[in-house]
């Protein structure tokens, strides 16, 4: 029977805030998260793994191949910090040890109630160990979880000689949460042909696809004039951004309206005065080309809105985010089909499910290594009710190690 470190590693590590700093143009955004970095090395070398870090906090580490057939070197990536949304902050992690579908109240604030008719996922963990927060603060499951999930894979490789894999490596990186995850990677220090980031929900998640994105800026340029003599001169630049939002669809293509495939355009910062007003857009869709169209639509409702506005005029730039991993994955559906099949040798049945957001793995993708995203058990992420399961976490460990052991044993490679 597999001994696991997964639990005690992870509240070892959600103890520690690695908060994300949304507002900081450093690198790392916030330097607490190289407590979790120092964390993370020091536990390497007491594993006898040699690791490397850079300026930004992330860790490099890799175990050498213990076959002597030549097979891909598979890399599994996660992000150290935490969300800004949510104090992380002095996180008291506590585990409901075999839970019986009962309401959680968390003590510090016995207001903050997790229970299963909100998160009916709830409803599968009976007799599984379940940890929470406190009531003040998130958890920090996204992504300790899946730093704890990597840590124990590396460590059951360690100690257990027999389980057989190619040459595996480690990746986590710091400001995920502030879409900068990728933005100090080095591809020729991770040196991996795949891999897989493990940070997503529920036992069995899958995801290999996700929103593609850019961003939009609208600038407004209207007439100025004194308020007092303004009849039939000013023409207000926030009056005609308000009119331009007003026309943008209602019923469809935005966040409150869409769900699943859809794609939506999102109208997410207003700025200005009676002069210059300036919209911020996010466009966003499974379907890279669409964006396009979204674009198009913003200018053709901003020309019409502009017919009543002669003296007025706009521009518009728009810069690409990222984009969905699909489009690479769908030329290495090998890299899908080892998770697939891993998670099937293990009788854990897959739910696939697409990213409506970003993610390291579709930037990592697009980097040239193809990178789909693993379960870890991340349930009510970026909140005070953030739970895990530590049996789903221990089952992704499970998943890696047989990811691992299809690479290395497969005939066709």
Not at 168 to 197: P, W
Not at 220 to 246: Q, R, T
Not at 378 to 386: D, L, P
Request: glycine share 8%; charged share 25%; aromatic share 6%.
């Amino acid at each position: 029977m597999m001994h696991y470190t997964v639990e005690d590693r992870f509240l070892r590590y959600v103890r520690i805030d690695t908060q994300a700093d949304p507002m900081s143009d450093s690198f790392p955004s916030s330097l607490k998260q190289k407590d979790l970095t120092h964390l993370i090395l020091n536990e390497m070398e007491e594993m006898g793994i040699r690791a490397h870090t850079n300026d930004a906090g992330y860790v490099y580490a890799r175990i050498p191949s213990n076959t002597e057939k030549k097979v891909p070197r598979v890399f599994f990536c996660a992000h150290l910090d935490t969300a800004p949304d949510c104090s992380g902050t002095d996180v008291k992690p506590l585990v409901h040890r075999n839970y019986q579908g009962q309401d959680i109240v968390l003590p510090d604030d016995p207001s903050q109630v997790i229970s299963p008719s909100k998160y009916p996922e709830l409803h599968n963990k009976k007799g599984n160990d379940i940890v929470t927060a406190s009531g003040l603060t998130l958890l920090g499951s996204d992504d300790k979880s899946g730093v704890a999930i990597i840590m124990d894979a590396f460590w059951q490789f360690v100690n257990n000689p027999d389980l057989l894999h190619g040459e595996v490596i480690l990746l986590f990186t710091t400001d995920e949460e502030v879409g900068k995850g990728t933005a100090k990677v080095d591809l020729g220090l991770l040196g991996a042909d795949f891999g897989y980031t493990l940070d997503s929900g529920d036992l069995g998640c899958f995801e290999s696809e996700n929103l593609s994105a850019d961003a939009l800026s609208l600038e407004i340029h209207g007439v100025s004039a004194h308020p007092g003599y303004a009849k039939g001169k000013m023409e207000n630049s926030i009056k005609i951004a308000a009119a331009i939002i007003d026309a943008l669809p209602k019923l469809t293509l935005c966040p409150e309206m869409t769900e699943g495939k859809e794609g939506f355009l999102h109208p997410n910062k207003i700025t200005g005065g009676l002069e210059k007003t300036t919209v911020d857009f996010i466009l966003r869709d499974f379907e890279t080309e669409k964006l396009k169209e979204y674009a198009d639509l913003i200018e053709q409702i901003t020309q019409t809105v502009l017919l009543q506005y002669p003296g007025s005029s706009y521009s518009i730039k728009t810069r690409k985010q990222y984009r969905n991993m699909k489009d690479v994955l769908d030329k290495h559906p090998k890299v899908v089909q080892y998770a697939l099949d891993a998670m099937k040798n293990l009788n854990i049945p897959v739910k696939h499910s697409s990213i409506r957001g970003g993610t390291d793995g579709a930037t990592l993708s697009h980097m040239g290594v193809p990178c789909p995203n693993l379960f870890a058990g991340e349930q009510a992420i970026h909140s005070k009710h953030e739970w895990v399961s530590v049996q789903d976490m221990q089952r992704a460990v499970d998943t890696i190690i047989e990811i691992c052991r299809l690479v290395a044993t497969d005939e066709t490679v």
